[in-house]
């Protein structure tokens, strides 16, 4: 099974729908992480969490919230979805500074995510 | 500017070449340098680590040059399987890592 998974892997929504995106880990890893990719854009960070009661914005949090609701679980909402967030979301995970795979991050397979 | 700057290719290599791949990154603060890889609609999976000494993982080799804010892979023996889009990653503080847009790689037969 896999250690990074996330639902739905693809969802085609409308302008103006909230939609959530979920994220859950066996890794055990405290560290967890949601990112976009848009062609041409690379991988921008947009909220991370480092642990139950601890979320931050990363560079592009605008429109998006997220959720920390167990270690193992992290999801990301647009509350109310425009096209431009139309792009491919991943989760990711980490383990703690001087952790056995220290600083490497640990991606799901990704949603892809169509708002019309 | 964009923090992380890569070619993005796509560099077309037969079986067998070598191939280089560079990347320049603006924060002279930055802390940890990796190499990711990525398959067509798939995620990003960690390479290498690249180390101020120069590490290498079989055919690959990972170069830092933290003077000139530069680092680099290359990859000898070039197999089919190669062919993916790379990514190079700069870790500012502890956490947040910053990817460059990525090199695409095609190893033709």
């Known amino acids: 099974d896999a250690d990074v998974t996330q639902t739905p892997r693809n969802r085609i929504t409308k302008t103006g729908k909230r939609i959530m995106l979920e994220c859950s880990q066996t890794?055990?890893?405290?560290?967890m992480y949601w990112y976009r990719q848009d062609p041409g854009l690379g991988l921008r960070l947009i909220y991370y969490?480092?642990?139950?009661?601890?979320?931050n914005k990363g560079e592009i949090s605008d429109g998006y919230s997220v959720s920390r609701q167990a270690q193992a679980k992290f999801s990301l909402s647009l509350e109310s979805a425009i096209p431009n967030q139309t792009a491919l979301y991943f989760c990711?995970?980490?383990?703690?500074?001087?952790?056995?795979?220290?600083?490497?991050?640990?991606f799901g397979p990704g949603t892809r995510l169509t708002v019309l | 500017r964009k923090e992380v700057e890569q070619d993005p290719g796509p560099f077309n290599v037969p079986e067998g070449a070598t191939v280089a791949f560079n990347c320049t990154y603006s924060?002279?603060?930055?802390?940890?340098f990796f190499w990711y890889r990525q398959d067509c609609r798939k995620e990003p999976k960690l390479l290498m680590s690249?180390?101020?000494s120069g590490n290498e993982d079989g055919r690959f080799t990972a170069q830092l040059n933290r003077a000139s804010q530069y680092i680099s892979l290359l990859i000898r023996d070039s197999k089919l399987s190669d062919s993916a889009t790379y990514l190079c990653v700069v870790m500012n503080s502890g956490y947040a890592l910053n990817f460059g847009k990525g090199t695409s790689l095609l190893v033709t037969p």
């Open positions: 969490s480092f642990d139950v009661k601890d979320i």
């Open positions: 990711a995970t980490s383990d703690l500074p001087g952790g056995l795979t220290d600083n490497e991050q640990f």
């Open positions: 890794k055990g890893h405290d560290r």
């Open positions: 690249v180390y101020s």
């Open positions: 924060n002279s603060a930055s802390q940890s």
